[in-house]
């Protein structure tokens, strides 16, 4: 079960990895990590929203993916 549970994370985390050709090591490693943090901040961001409204922790995604990273670009846009 365990195993299930993480592949179905790691299905998660792919979809915020950036499309590349690049088979240096180095980004590969670079991107992962990435996308590896940027879906750790949103599993965080949706639980403490969770936790603001009062809501059971294990119910569907208050804020969503999609939702999640569209306010980070946005914010990256705003910094420059």
């Known amino acids: ?3 299930h549970h ?3 994370q790691y299905k998660s985390v792919q979809s915020y ?3 590349t050709s690049s088979k240096d090591y180095r980004v590969r490693l670079f991107n992962f ?3 590896t943090l940027l ?14 409204m009062d809501r059971e922790i294990r ?6 993916a999609r939702t999640f990273v569209r ?8 910094i420059g």
């Open 1 to 3: 079960m365990a195993i």
């Open 39 to 52: 879906y750790n901040l949103w599993r965080l961001t949706d639980f403490l929203v969770k936790v603001g």
């Open 71 to 78: 306010a980070v670009g946005q914010s990256l846009r705003e």
């Open 17 to 19: 990895l950036p499309k």
């Open 6 to 8: 993480g592949q179905n």
């Open 59 to 64: 119910s569907p995604p208050v804020v969503t």
């Open 33 to 35: 990590t990435f996308a």
